[in-house]
């Protein structure tokens, strides 16, 4: 009798098991922890995806504005090429990344040469994090 049903117990744990595996594919299940990406904010990534685009578009923008700016071509091509720039995505545009830090995704008071805000800066240079990097002493 014992077996009869430990048999069915395991048919019946493998069906279960079966079926979960099934509904998974169709349905995720919901993430029970907190998710962690590379990145600090949605800031970040807004500047990442500008710094990409102008990266991709950067060839065609240059060659784009050269044939624009040059005054020995005819005027009708200077006007099709602004209006092939204006076409271009808006994030392709260069002057729209910011400088942020790369650890905190603060704007303001980077340092450029090595993209980190200048709290954290002190921070790494006071604990010699930095290599090459000491206070000043005299």
Same mark, same amino acid.
């Given at each position: $009798?014992?077996?009869?049903?430990?048999?069915?117990?395991?048919? $019946? =744990?493998?069906?279960?098991?079966?079926?979960?595996?099934?509904? #998974?594919?169709?349905? @995720? /299940? @919901? *993430?029970?922890?907190?998710?962690?990406?590379?990145? &600090?904010?949605?800031? /970040?990534?807004?500047?990442?995806?500008?710094?990409? $685009?102008?990266?991709?578009?950067?060839? +065609?923008?240059? !060659?784009?504005? *050269?044939?624009?700016?040059?005054?020995?071509? @005819?005027?009708?091509?200077? +006007?099709?090429?602004?209006? +092939?720039?204006?076409?271009?995505?808006?994030?392709?545009?260069?002057?729209?990344?910011?400088?942020? *830090?790369?650890?905190?995704?603060?704007?303001?008071?980077?340092?450029?040469?090595? #993209?980190?805000? !200048?709290? &954290?800066?002190?921070?790494?240079?006071?604990? =010699?994090?930095?290599?090459?990097?000491? !206070?000043? $002493?005299?």
């Amino acid at each position: $009798m014992r077996s009869s049903n430990s048999v069915a117990i395991g048919k $019946m =744990a493998a069906v279960a098991l079966a079926l979960r595996s099934a509904l #998974r594919q169709f349905f @995720p /299940m @919901p *993430c029970a922890g907190q998710i962690r990406s590379y990145y &600090v904010d949605w800031r /970040m990534v807004r500047d990442v995806k500008r710094r990409k $685009m102008a990266f991709d578009y950067a060839d +065609e923008r240059l !060659r784009l504005n *050269c044939i624009r700016k040059n005054r020995i071509l @005819p005027k009708e091509l200077q +006007e099709i090429t602004d209006k +092939e720039i204006a076409d271009l995505p808006r994030d392709s545009c260069p002057v729209r990344i910011h400088n942020r *830090c790369v650890l905190t995704s603060r704007p303001r008071g980077v340092k450029r040469r090595w #993209r980190l805000s !200048r709290i &954290v800066f002190r921070h790494l240079a006071d604990h =010699a994090q930095l290599s090459g990097i000491q !206070r000043a $002493m005299w």
